[in-house]
């Protein structure tokens, strides 16, 4: 199969298959066009177009994996000159696996829909949007031109407005999508600057022909400065991935997203919209290897991110919030990768952190059904021997995610870890201690919603005291909008019995198969997806011709020559300091919530500015808040005030009235209405015609 062409028409199927059961959904089965199918009909359409595309998918990776490739044009949209704007996929090892990635746990997201949304009444308009959200994510995955890059990147951060603010009838909602949609503006402004910059340069949108011009364009500087040219174009493309991938500064909107329903905390924070930066930056590696200076200020905003969002973590009541900043941090360690010029292995923790993550969001979701929709890790504990699948595949997510050898997240975890330390460019430092001491707090905030949730003793039909077992202030000075909001978002909107949560002596119950169904699905590649494919996506040649590493970028060399197979690089790990740090974390964790709860509240006490400090979230939605919220209200009334009031309207339409209307004053004195005015005027006028015209000299 060697230098086959894949085909055309199958591939286009991948993400037209997501988009007919969109459609289907969207339009069929809502008020659009009259509820003209029910729920089953919209969930079965949407999840037979996803299981087409993966299942395609599969096919597609077996056939790069034996040597087909595809790059061309499917649709020529516009020509404008030599540019062309078109439609066109390009087909290897990064996008398949990436395509397969996405389907799958869309796939289970699916399913797991039909028991967690069951009793919503936009059932089908949530089908829609997730569907239509897999179909964005391929689009982008899939493109092999910025032109449709940036059209999956727009859309998936439109889907996902939609999305967190599904429950538009709640103000908390509106204000999340609203926050999510602007941060991302921010970034994108960013990614379109980096675009055109290339397009001005180069001419073209096409990957492979910009990536021909590249050593042309790194001998150019940005005109009337000395700025390389393509350091500015690919930290103006990063800062698109900043935004998207919710790096520091632009991450505030990540948390805030967990007032959507838990299936799409699982879908974008997993495997599609917050890893399209992650993707693209390692999409562009033949770009960005030839900028020092941009790989420095991508290793340094990723390690503040692994590093400082996984504090955040540690005071978290809101089950979904403490998986949600483990997003945040587990997207540093993949962006400290992409720094480290580890593109491949950055690809890797993507790859497995979508499926234990995605495991993670949904347990969560699971247990927060059993709970009755409460969501606050404080009222529960036990649940073990209540919800034994879901207990378990949590364990195996956990594991995973805090890098326990022989699990997915071992592996690519540790392989950031030992890249960065092979990276010598300026910020390198900074990045060994923040992945390093990332480990520890991975696992001590990991487990502590472990214990609390599944172990120790049962605080069901409870409502929590503020200050009961630890560090926790009141909620209501939780962050700008409220920390785990006291309603815990719209999850934990009123049942029929008028309240949150069990009653006092209800018990919770396992969740429905649709729901365990997929749990037990994604803990399988989250145990063993690592083992099986580190040696050929990080020391063989699946990404070879795909992703490129300059000579003086020594990391995954050295990498390779310190791999000797994945059981031996497991056995290794035992004695290695992220091991020893993971498990110091989850003794701790065990000791402070299950032995001896003084601890935390000593803590609490002892360092209340701290907490303070991490309660707000460094006070970054509050800097916001005031500095360009502020900024931008004080030049809006600024605007109003002068342009809009006293130029626009003061004078240019009520200063032109005044002066028509002084004009009209002047000439309402000339019109007396008397015939001898007007003829006395006429002969003044004849009178001046003769006077200019007639020759009053005679010529010479």
Same mark, same amino acid.
């Given at each position: ?11 286009? =199927? ?38 087409? $595309?993966? /299942? ?13 490739? #595809? ?24 996008? $398949? ?11 289970? %997201? ?62 908390? =909602?509106?204000? $999340? ?49 000395? &700025? ?23 991450? %505030? ?5 967990? !007032? ?102 949904? @347990?969560? @979701? ?49 392989? /950031?870890?030992?890249?960065? !330390? ?38 069901? @039909? ?26 815990? @978002? ?37 145990? /063993? ?17 795909? /992703? ?53 509240? &000593?803590?609490?006490?002892? #360092? ?93």
């Amino acid at each position: 199969m060697a230098g086959q062409l894949l085909n055309p028409n199958l591939l286009l =199927a991948v993400p037209l298959a997501p988009l007919a059961g969109a459609a289907i959904a969207g339009l069929l089965g809502t008020q659009f066009l009259g509820n003209l199918v029910g729920r089953k009909t919209s969930h079965t359409a949407t999840i037979l177009g996803v299981l087409i $595309a993966f /299942i395609l998918s599969v096919q597609t990776l077996l056939a790069v994996m034996d040597g087909a490739t #595809f790059n061309g044009t499917i649709y020529n949209w516009m020509t404008i000159g030599t540019l062309k704007m078109e439609v066109g996929f390009q087909i290897d090892s990064l996008s $398949a696996m990436m395509m397969c990635v996405v389907t799958f746990v869309s796939l289970m %997201v699916h399913i797991y829909t039909i028991g967690y949304m069951k009793d919503d009444e936009g059932y089908n308009r949530f089908f829609a949007y997730i569907s239509l959200f897999t179909f964005s994510m391929l689009m982008l995955v899939m493109a092999n031109n910025f032109l449709q890059l940036f059209f999956g990147w727009e859309a998936v951060g439109l889907v996902s407005y939609l999305l967190i603010g599904f429950w538009y009838q709640r103000p908390t =909602a509106i204000v $999340a999508n609203m926050k999510a949609f602007l941060v991302n503006r921010v970034g994108d402004f960013g990614f379109i600057l980096g675009i055109g910059l290339l397009l001005g340069f180069a001419g073209t949108m096409n990957y492979q022909e910009v990536f021909a011009k590249k050593d042309e364009l790194a001998l150019l500087t940005m005109p009337g400065t000395d &700025w390389a040219l393509l350091t500015v174009a690919c930290i103006c493309l990063f800062i698109g991935a900043m935004g998207k991938s919710a790096q520091f500064p632009l991450h %505030v909107w990540l948390p805030d997203s967990m !007032e959507g329903p838990t299936p799409i905390s699982a879908l974008i924070h997993a495997a599609t919209m917050v890893t399209a930066g992650i993707f693209m930056v390692s999409r562009m590696s033949p770009l960005f290897e030839l900028s020092d200076t941009a790989l420095s200020f991508i290793l340094v905003i990723g390690s503040i991110t692994a590093l400082f969002m996984g504090f955040l973590g540690i005071i978290q009541n809101d089950i979904k919030r403490v998986v949600a900043y483990s997003t945040l941090s587990q997207l540093g360690y993949m962006t400290v990768a992409l720094g480290s010029s580890a593109y491949s292995v950055a690809v890797f923790h993507l790859m497995t952190h979508a499926f234990f993550k995605a495991l993670l969001f949904l @347990g969560a @979701g699971s247990v927060i059904i059993g709970m009755h929709h409460d969501q606050d890790i404080r009222n529960m504990g036990g649940l073990r021997k209540y919800m034994p699948i879901t207990w378990i595949t949590s364990l195996v997510g956990s594991l995973a995610l805090i890098g326990t050898p022989l699990f997915s997240g071992f592996y690519s975890k540790d392989s /950031i870890i030992e890249a960065v !330390e092979a990276t010598h460019i300026w910020g390198a430092g900074f990045a060994q201690f923040a992945v390093l001491a990332g480990v520890f707090v991975t696992a001590f905030y990991s487990f502590r919603m472990y214990f609390l949730v599944f172990h120790g003793k049962e605080r069901f @039909g409870q409502t929590h005291a503020h200050g009961h077992d630890d560090h926790h202030a009141p909620k209501a000075a939780h962050g700008a909008h409220g920390d785990a909001h006291d309603d815990h @978002g719209h999850e934990e909107e009123e049942d029929d019995h008028g309240h949150h949560g069990l009653e006092p002596g209800q018990k919770p119950h396992e969740s429905p198969f649709v729901v365990w169904f997929p749990l037990v699905m994604l803990a399988i590649p989250s145990l /063993i997806i690592g083992y099986l494919t580190i040696g050929p996506m990080l020391h063989g040649d699946f990404f070879k011709g795909v /992703i490129f590493v300059g000579e003086n970028h020594p990391a995954m060399e050295e990498l390779s020559h310190e791999f000797h197979g994945a059981m031996a690089m497991a056995i290794h790990g035992l004695s290695t300091a992220p091991f020893w740090l993971a498990l110091s974390g989850v003794v701790a964790a065990y000791y402070c919530y299950m032995v001896n709860p003084r601890v935390p509240a &000593w803590f609490f006490a002892k #360092f209340h500015a701290i907490h303070t400090l991490l309660d707000n979230k460094y006070y970054m939605d509050k800097f916001n808040e005031v500095v360009f919220a502020g900024g931008a209200r004080l030049l809006g009334n600024g605007l109003w005030n002068f342009g809009d009031k006293k130029l626009i309207d003061g004078l240019l339409v009520n200063g032109s009235a005044k002066v028509v209307a002084w004009l009209s004053s002047l000439s309402r004195v000339l019109q007396t209405g008397y015939i001898y005015h007007y003829a006395f005027v006429m002969i003044l006028g004849v009178l001046g015609f003769l006077i200019y015209f007639l020759p009053f000299w005679p010529a010479k």
